[in-house]
């Protein structure tokens, strides 16, 4: 079934850096949403991206999506301890009638003091 | 506060029990969910339900079940017949507009461990 693959799996990079993060699905999608994961927490919603934008913005947050490859990237700008975590794409898909998101494998984000 | 609980955080339990996971919401959403997540990996879709009295199974139902008595409640129960059942299970919730592909809004999880 279709799934967002996020890449890379893990990234590592000093505080005040930005981090860039990947997301290519298979088929064609409504929208796009990314979510952010603390260790050991549940997920918190970060931003909803539509099939016909190619851009969102929410503050360091910043998302595109190109529909002709079919990949999305989160980029966050001037990094912090805080952001360290794990973050997922997920993707709606259609399975036996019902639209439902998936969920990527995900990227683990360290941000280093 | 507006928001999903689920409870406990940490359950142990012995091969051959069943053992009921309890997620709230008090969001006043329609749709819940649930979820399991294996180290390092995404979420699986277990069980969702849009409405009351109504619950459908996604891709891993094999071993769980669920009941929607309520608006605000979704209980998963973790049988016997689930054959690795140590994972970190997630509830979720989303307003429903004929989609689950919505927003959904998560609680904090429960860690299932068999001993």
């Known amino acids: 079934s279709q799934q967002g693959e996020e890449d890379p799996q893990a990234l590592s990079i000093q505080e005040g850096e930005n981090a860039t993060m990947n997301c290519s699905y298979k088929?064609?999608?409504?929208?796009l949403q990314w979510y952010r994961q603390n260790s050991g927490r549940g997920l918190v919603h970060l931003i909803l991206?539509?099939?016909?934008?190619r851009e969102k913005h929410s503050g360091r947050l910043r998302v595109t999506l190109d529909t002709s490859k079919k990949s999305s990237s989160l980029l966050i700008t001037a990094s912090r301890a805080a952001d360290t975590a794990s973050y997922f794409c997920a993707t709606d898909e259609r399975n036996q009638g019902a639209q439902k998101l998936v969920f990527g494998q995900g990227t683990r984000l360290t941000i280093n003091p | 506060d507006g928001g999903i609980t689920q409870s406990p955080k940490y359950l142990f339990r012995k091969e051959g029990q069943n053992v009921t996971l309890s997620c709230e919401q008090n969001l006043n959403h329609d749709a819940m969910y649930w979820y399991r997540q294996d180290p390092g990996q995404g979420l699986r879709l277990i069980y969702y339900?849009?409405?009351?009295?109504?619950?459908q199974k996604g891709d891993i139902a094999e071993g769980y079940s669920v009941s929607r008595e309520k608006k605000e409640s979704f209980p998963l129960t973790v049988t016997s017949a689930q054959k690795n059942p140590t994972a970190f299970y997630l509830c979720?919730?989303?307003?429903?507009?004929?989609?689950?592909?919505?927003?959904?809004?998560f609680g904090p999880g429960t860690r299932l461990t068999v001993l």
């Open positions: 979720a919730s989303s307003m429903w507009s004929g989609s689950l592909t919505d927003t959904q809004y």
């Open positions: 991206i539509r099939s016909n934008e």
């Open positions: 088929t064609s999608i409504n929208n």
């Open positions: 339900s849009q409405i009351v009295n109504d619950f």
